[in-house]
Structure formats: structure tokens, C-alpha cells
């Protein structure tokens, strides 16, 4: 049982270059978010689905698109990178019960955009 | 819109000294509160969630309504407690999680 996988760990990319951060889980989960952690401005929420075919935007969505074609699977894509999303993305997933249950998280991915 | 404020970015503490790790929220309803915690080098994870009412490694916070606060207390810090501290807020029937800037706790020895 891996929990979360986030690949890769570390990414460098040019300004207007595209991207695809993965994000899978083996734990059966129904919720699955994306959050950007940037310094002394904490997680914020980008993109979270609640079930396959299903995403939403969170609160910084502007320049990423998510698909949710799989129970498993919660890509993140960057299509226009620009300095401003140099940051640590999370991956995390949650049983279903956002209210009471736990978020499980992945290592983290570190993207640099030069 | 529900928000999640954590006033102090870094909070230094000697080993032995309490620790109260401060968290507001704004939100009319029931929220749940949690605290995450992220020690260096591993996975941001749950530390302990308000409707547990449970103690986590010495810590326990607890739910004012009437403050809108969630602060994290432990009464005898220690070194390996250093770590970047995180409260967020669940609102009911919402699918979204919301985290505060964090805190960054250094245990000094």
C-alpha cells in the first residue's frame, strides 16, 4: 500500500513550457486535491475532485487544468508555465468524508520555472 | 468566504517551556478544525482533528465557538515537536479544505 504517489519529485521548466505533475493512490479514495505551498503563504487549494469525471476549482486555479478520468488518478497540468507557479505541489486524497476524515498526502513535487 | 488565520509565522519555544500555537477561523457554521503537522523531510500529516478530542505526542487543542479559535497547546515542548504547523478548516456539506499560512515551530534547546 504506497498511499499517494507524486511524480516527479523535482522539475525544472522554461517560461511557456507544459507540463504534467501525476498524482495516483491505492487506497480506494473518492476525494482527491491539489494544493501549492508556497513560503509564509501556507496551502492553498488549486483544483479537488469528489469521484471520477468530477473536479472543481479551488482557490488559485487560474493556469492549471485537472482530469479525473480514474478513481486513482489526479494529474495536474501546467500548459503555460510562468514564474509565478514555481512552488511545492501536494497531492492528497481523503476517503470521502472531507468533513471528519483524514487527508493523505504525497512526498511533494518542487517545480522551478526559470 | 471561510478563511483560516495563524498570526505567527515562526514561534520559538525553549525545550521544557509550554506551547500554544494560535488559530482563528471565520465561518458562521459548524466547521470541523484539524491540525496538520509537517516535520522536516516527511509528508504533511494529520496531527489530530477537534471532533476526536483526542491527545496527539502531548498536544491537544480545543474548539472556542465563541472566539473562533482552535489553538494548539502542549504543556512541555520538546526538541523533536520542531516542525511547520498547519490549522484548516471543513466546512459541512463542503468538498473543500482550506489551510492556514502555517506556523513554524522551533524547539530551542
Known amino acids: 500500500n504506497a498511499g499517494v504517489t507524486q511524480t516527479p519529485k523535482f522539475r525544472i521548466l522554461k517560461i511557456g513550457q507544459s507540463m504534467t505533475l501525476q498524482c495516483t493512490q491505492d487506497m480506494n479514495h473518492n476525494y482527491m486535491y491539489w494544493y501549492r505551498q508556497d513560503p509564509g503563504m501556507g496551502l492553498k487549494l488549486i483544483y479537488y475532485s469528489v469521484g471520477a469525471g468530477i473536479t472543481d476549482k479551488g482557490e488559485v486555479p487560474n493556469g492549471y487544468n485537472v482530469s479525473r478520468s480514474t478513481t486513482e488518478d489526479f494529474p495536474l497540468r501546467l500548459e503555460l508555465a510562468a514564474p509565478s507557479q514555481t512552488s511545492v505541489y501536494f497531492c492528497?486524497?481523503?476517503?470521502?468524508?472531507?468533513?471528519?476524515?483524514?487527508?493523505?498526502f504525497g512526498e511533494g513535487s518542487r517545480l522551478t520555472v526559470l | 468566504a471561510q478563511r483560516v488565520t495563524q498570526p505567527e509565522k515562526l514561534l520559538s519555544v525553549f525545550k521544557g517551556a509550554p506551547v500554544e500555537l494560535k488559530c482563528n477561523y471565520s465561518?458562521?457554521?459548524?466547521?470541523?478544525l484539524f491540525w496538520y503537522v509537517q516535520y522536516s523531510r516527511q509528508r504533511l500529516q494529520l496531527l489530530l482533528r477537534h471532533i476526536s478530542r483526542e491527545s496527539i505526542k502531548g498536544f491537544t487543542a480545543d474548539l472556542n465557538k465563541g472566539e473562533t479559535s482552535f489553538h494548539l497547546k502542549k504543556p512541555f515542548a520538546q526538541e523533536e515537536d520542531s516542525a511547520m504547523y498547519y490549522c484548516?478548516?471543513?466546512?459541512?456539506?463542503?468538498?473543500?479544505?482550506?489551510f492556514g499560512k502555517g506556523t513554524r515551530l522551533h524547539i530551542l534547546p
Open positions: 492528497a486524497s481523503n476517503i470521502g468524508d472531507r468533513y471528519t476524515g483524514e487527508l493523505f
Open positions: 465561518y458562521s457554521g459548524s466547521p470541523e
Open positions: 484548516a478548516l471543513s466546512r459541512y456539506r463542503d468538498d473543500k479544505i482550506i
